[in-house]
């Protein structure tokens, strides 16, 4: 069964769009982790009961490797038991924005889908076509191509128009990746899916990317628990070929830092499930 | 002292420009590790003897984290290790090409320079300057950004040319690229290095980026051992004021899979010194 295929189960199976982000931050840890912010043991099982709470709510899980990463190999093992914690009807996104020459990237393939078992990963696109196939070789797994970013310095490069090129059209940069991505999901050797990874702040945006691309998945940051945006995205970028994911990642696992912290995460998770319909 | 004046002593000390990139393999592992390549030990104790062999002829490190995270926590242990065998008179570029949104680079700083170590990182500017910034904020600290790659697919994206935009001209992204990262090292709050990641294999483009950069610190990938275009790029890059750190990787690591592996690797590393001038 293809990413695509995988994903629209899940999504199915708990009528949620809801991706929920780990970014487990150890100053940020609610109550009963006060005692051990610092351990990276409890960075794992922040998460984890977080997954626990959650999981009715939602169809994906998005651990961001920098948040482990930033307290090394014993961060990295707490990744991989976070990882293990993820139920199998739930699908994980390994946030890495990976990006490498082709023979490196082979290696980040072997780490984020064989060894961590992430069903798929986000990566960055600067460095072109070979820095992107080898994430498309394994089959049932997925990337998300960073397209157009909500942060402040997307405007620097993504927005910028670029000469046409070929038979592509004189756009902004980040169309032009969507439409390089496009391409690249259909090279005979791809057997995984491609996707964007496009933010909720511009639903003009959302719209354009969607007629540039009608069946990618879009991975969509950005969107908080309170929902002000999201019918603004569904109308935007669904369709019954382009699925989407909503991720939100500090609205819901920082809902409230005392000892109800999971029941508050679920709460906003629910909530956010509700408002993209 | 700034990166940059540490990256000068280190290369005045051992009379060299060269970085050895320590891009380990498994299934490349020579002759002595036969028996047991597929344990992340293995990886760690073939990068250590290489940096013990290769260390006279070289000023700087480059692992290239694609590599030990392909083995998971174990493999990053075996990072934290060959990071610890790098001696102080030599750098440590980690190369990662990591670029994510402001909050989440400064866990990415946190891992890469406080826990691992590195005095450098090299990072990917698709998300504009609050994904770099971050790397910028640790004094003695160097951040490389990828700005002209020598893969395949570098133009997909890099050569394509942008519109003018404020003070900025018209000009390939590449050179855009450049010229952002010029303004973020100069950024009030920037207390590390910023330097540019461009390719051996234009050595007119590495000219042009020296004009455009007259000061800031290239690391250039891209040379082999055999010395070909190592003097092209002392050429083209090298200034009184502007540094250029030469990496082979492959090259060295790999210039023999027999039980002489060091030695030889310590041969190509002198003959690319040589070549460098």
Sequence with gaps: MSFVQRLRTAQHAFASRVCVGLDPVPERLPAPFADHRTDPQALADFCIAIIEATAPHCCAYKPNLAFFEAQGAAGYAALESVIEAIPNTHLCIADAKRGDIGHTARFYARGLFDHLGADAITAAPYMGRDSILPFLRTPERGVFVLTRTSNAGSADL?????????????????????????????????????????????????????????????????????????????????????????????????????????????????ELQAALG
Tied chains: 1, 2.
Excluded: M
């Design 158 to 270: 993504q927005e910028c128009p670029i000469d046409a090129k070929g038979d592509l059209p004189r756009e902004p940069v980040y169309q032009r990746i969507a439409r390089l991505v496009q391409r690249w999901s259909a090279h005979p050797e791809s057997e995984g899916d491609a996707g964007l990874v496009v933010g909720a702040t511009a639903p003009e945006a959302l719209a354009e990317l969607r007629e540039v691309c009608p069946a990618l998945p879009f991975l969509i940051p950005g969107v908080g628990a309170q929902g002000g945006d999201a019918s603004a995205v569904v109308d935007a970028a669904v369709t019954n070929d382009g699925l989407i994911l909503v991720n939100s990642s500090r609205s819901i696992i920082y809902a409230s830092d005392g000892d109800d912290f999971a029941d508050a995460a679920a709460e906003a998770a629910a």
